[in-house]
């Protein structure tokens, strides 16, 4: 059974840092590249960035510079430490493989920045 269970969101202010951390099952973490994805309201849901099996990264242009992800294969856990954080990284945060399979996405974290 696949699932992903994502957490570590919250309310920070602007310039501010969290550490999301998504929990996998081993069937979907440990053979593919997996991404976090993010959602803000009135608009559609985005990749932030991707990892490979080999630990290969790709980061939207937004959060390039901003957002490390990086994955533990022993914990099948995957993070996205986020620093410098601006009101327009607001959105719900989820985890999936990438590209993304629509019967996998968990109910994400909630991450709100306050300018």
């Known amino acids: 059974q696949v699932q992903l269970v994502e957490s570590g969101g919250g309310l920070v202010q602007a310039g501010g840092s969290l550490r999301l951390s998504c929990a996998a099952s081993?069937?979907?973490?440990?053979?593919?590249?997996m991404g976090w994805y993010r959602q803000a309201p009135g608009k559609l849901r985005e990749l932030v960035a991707d990892?490979?099996?080999?630990?290969?990264?790709n980061y939207a242009d937004s959060v390039k510079g901003r957002f490390t992800i990086s994955r533990d294969d022993l914990l099948n856990t995957m993070y996205l430490q986020m620093n410098s954080l601006k009101p327009e990284d607001t959105a719900v945060y989820y985890c999936?493989?990438?590209?993304?399979?629509?019967?996998?996405w968990g109910q994400g974290t909630q991450v709100t920045v306050s300018s």
């Open positions: 081993k069937s979907i973490f440990r053979y593919n590249t």
């Open positions: 999936n493989r990438h590209p993304f399979m629509a019967d996998y």
């Open positions: 990892i490979t099996t080999y630990s290969r990264t």
